[in-house]
Nanobody, 125 residues
Framework: QVQLVESGGGLVQAGGSLRLSCAAS????????MGWFRQAPGKEREFVAA????????YYADSVKGRVTISRDNVKNTVYLQMNSLKPADPAVYYC??????????????????WGQGTQVTVSS
C-alpha cells in the first residue's frame, strides 16, 4: 500500500511559478513510476507528466511541454512538479499517482494504482 500526499498548490499570478510536491509512504517508492494529473471543474482528469522509477524517462502532455518539469528524489520519497509560465488554462486540482506496472510510465488513469488527494492550483490574470 502506498499513500501519497500532495502539497505546494495555491494562488499564483499568470506567468508565475509553483512547485508541487508529492510525498509517498512506503519503502518501495523507488520502484514505482509516478505521474501527475489534473482536473479542472467540469472536465475529466487529464495527464500532465510522468517519470520512470529511476527518473531516467520523463514525458509531458503537449499542453504543458516546455513549461513543466517532473522530477523525483527517491531518498526523500518525493516527486515534484515544477510549473512555470502558468496560464489561465492551468488552474485545476493536481493529483499525483503511483504505478506499479513495469516499463514506461503511462498517461492513462487506469495505469496508475495509487492516488493522492490532490492540491488546488489557481491562476489569477
Amino acid at each position: 500500500q502506498v499513500q501519497l500526499v500532495e502539497s505546494g498548490g495555491g494562488l499564483v499570478q499568470a506567468g508565475g511559478s509553483l512547485r508541487l510536491s508529492c510525498a509517498a509512504s512506503g519503502r518501495t517508492f523507488s520502484s514505482y513510476a509516478m505521474g501527475w494529473f489534473r482536473q479542472a471543474p467540469g472536465k475529466e482528469r487529464e495527464f500532465v507528466a510522468a517519470i520512470s522509477w529511476s527518473g531516467g524517462y520523463v514525458y509531458y502532455a503537449d499542453s504543458v511541454k516546455g513549461r513543466v518539469t517532473i522530477s523525483r528524489d527517491n531518498v526523500k520519497n518525493t516527486v515534484y512538479l515544477q510549473m512555470n509560465s502558468l496560464k489561465p488554462a492551468d488552474p485545476a486540482v493536481y493529483y499525483c499517482a503511483a504505478s506499479v506496472r513495469p516499463g514506461v510510465p503511462g498517461r492513462r488513469l487506469y495505469e496508475y494504482d495509487y492516488w493522492g488527494q490532490g492540491t488546488q492550483v489557481t491562476v489569477s490574470s
